[in-house]
């Protein structure tokens, strides 16, 4: 039985409806709201997740695409629709629809002789309890790993401040601040499981409105797309809380004793006692442990990850200057407004070129979404602007070329599916470059080919030994004192 901290408290466990207060009619009214509200929000509604659930491959995928429903049967293509206050539309029409099935249910039911709705009021809360933890659970375990928020790349760390948009900026401290992350992660685990348990759900609640508030607001300070699910999720942990506000209100500031006691069905019989705790422990063994194995596998050994894990160019991650640059064996100078010749060239550690030029590419404004193949992983170059061109590549050490692909193409889960965007991005791929790769010396590489224009390119490059202040050792820092 849930209960708070009281100077006493009562174990008398009041089951049966007739031993609780009659609800007044507004409190029904309300009730009825709230019902429909929660019931929208909570209960996929759309086709797309049901198709989505049904031709699932895996467990994993099956169980990932339940945990991370967001009720989005709404929206508003404007700017204020994706990071404002637009993006609750959703929101606006449930209580539009529980306002009017509301009225409905109250109609219908003024005859009625029902006293309250303590049974349906308890099984709400259950189904809004398991939403909140199975969502927040499956969020904690992608920081805890960590996962969503990855270390900054080596061309991350080298872009200028003004060229990140600002949800990256966000992003790169927390992937900066790893056991932040870490302990995030474990926080909100903790408090998805605290969920599970009805002695446990204020403390839980609490935690998950204050966590989840704080990554709300820093969404919208950062425009980080994702302050309606986390908002999601600090609305229902209210409605959890509510049914508290009037003992602790007795107790702190009036200062009375309160006993409390909350409606819970009672379990007569053996059968339905059996029923209701395994499916409870059931549940709770799946989208805890196994669902923490899971997400472990799909990361680590599947290697669906936000960066790219194919190992680059042997002994090449760094940053290098452009030493020397020839466009069909014309020498080009070194000017910092030239739209053709390269600034600079990152090697990552993973097998991603970049270049920097004077010129404008398109920007990606997804989080990243975890993809299966390197090419297809954009979290690299997710928001950021600069003028840097970000190139997937496969090495060909028997002839010593490198066969690149352009990743700065858009992105399918921002233009939408359809048939154009997959033959646009067919077309892209198939446009690969060869490049041939020369090793002068440990810190010289010579690259010679053409570029996506066919003109000829040769580029010196030279490596830099760049110290970022992310990476420095506490011995390699100087304080000013």
């Known amino acids: 039985m849930e209960t708070l901290v009281t100077s006493k408290i ?3 466990n009041l089951t049966e409806p007739n031993q609780w207060q009659v609800w007044n009619r507004w409190e029904k009214i309300l009730f009825r709201i709230a019902f429909i509200f929660i019931f929208l929000l909570i209960i996929p509604v759309t086709t797309d997740w049901y198709s989505k659930a049904i031709s699932s491959k895996t467990v994993f995928a099956f169980l990932n695409n339940l945990t991370g429903y967001r009720p989005n049967f709404y929206s508003l293509q404007t700017p204020s629709g994706r990071w404002g206050i637009g993006a609750y539309a959703t929101w606006g029409v449930a209580l539009i629809v529980a306002l009017l099935g509301a009225s409905i249910w109250t109609f219908i039911a003024r005859k009625s002789k029902r006293t309250n709705y303590n049974t349906l009021y308890y099984w709400l809360r259950v189904a809004v309890r398991y939403r909140i933890a199975i969502g927040i659970i ?13 270390d900054p790349s080596i061309s991350n760390l080298d872009t200028n401040f003004g060229d990140y948009n600002t949800y990256k900026i966000y992003w790169q401290i927390v992937g900066v601040s790893i056991w932040y992350e870490i302990v995030l992660g474990l926080v909100e685990i903790v408090a998805g499981v605290l969920l599970f ?36 999720f600090v609305l229902l942990s209210l409605f959890l809380l509510i049914q508290y506000v009037p003992n602790l209100w007795r107790l702190l ?40 194995y899971l997400r472990y596998d799909v990361h680590y050994h599947v290697g669906q990850l936000k960066e790219p894990i194919t190992p680059g160019l042997p002994n090449a991650a760094g940053y290098y200057n452009v030493t020397e640059f020839k466009l069909n064996g014309k020498l080009l100078p070194f000017n910092p407004l030239d739209s053709v010749r390269w600034r600079s060239v990152v090697f990552e550690r993973w097998s991603t070129l970049i270049y920097q030029v004077h010129k404008p590419f398109s920007i990606s404004l997804a989080n990243g979404t975890p993809n299966p193949k390197d090419i297809d992983r954009s979290y690299e170059l997710a928001g950021i602007a600069g003028g840097r061109r970000f190139l997937y590549y496969t090495i060909d050490h028997k002839m010593q070329n490198l066969i690149l692909q352009d990743k ?8 939408g599916p359809g048939k154009k965007n997959k033959l646009k991005e067919k077309v892209v791929k198939e ?13 010289r590489i010579i690259l010679s080919g053409l570029n996506d224009r066919k003109d000829s390119l040769y580029v010196v490059l030279d490596k830099v030994d760049r110290k970022f202040a992310s990476k420095l050792d506490r011995s390699e820092l100087k304080f000013n004192k």
């Not at 446009?431 to 810190?443: A, S």
Request: glycine share 6%; net charge positive; no cysteine.
């Open 408 to 415: 700065n193409r858009p992105s399918r889960d921002e233009d």
């Open 10 to 12: 009562h174990t008398q």
């Open 253 to 292: 500031i009036l200062k009375k004793e309160v006993t409390p006691n909350y409606y819970y069905p009672p379990l007569k019989t053996k059968k339905q006692r059996s029923i209701f705790y395994s499916t409870k422990y059931a549940f709770v063994i799946v989208f805890t442990i196994i669902f923490a």
């Open 138 to 150: 499956a969020f904690g375990f992608l920081k805890l790993y960590p996962m969503q928020m990855p």
């Open 431 to 443: 446009q690969k470059l060869v490049w041939h790769f020369k090793r002068d010396g440990k810190n």
């Open 197 to 232: 348990f009805r002695g446990t759900v204020a403390i839980g609640a609490v935690l998950v409105a204050g966590v989840l508030y704080n990554i709300a607001h820093a969404n919208f300070a950062y425009d980080g797309g994702v302050h309606v699910y986390s908002s999601f």
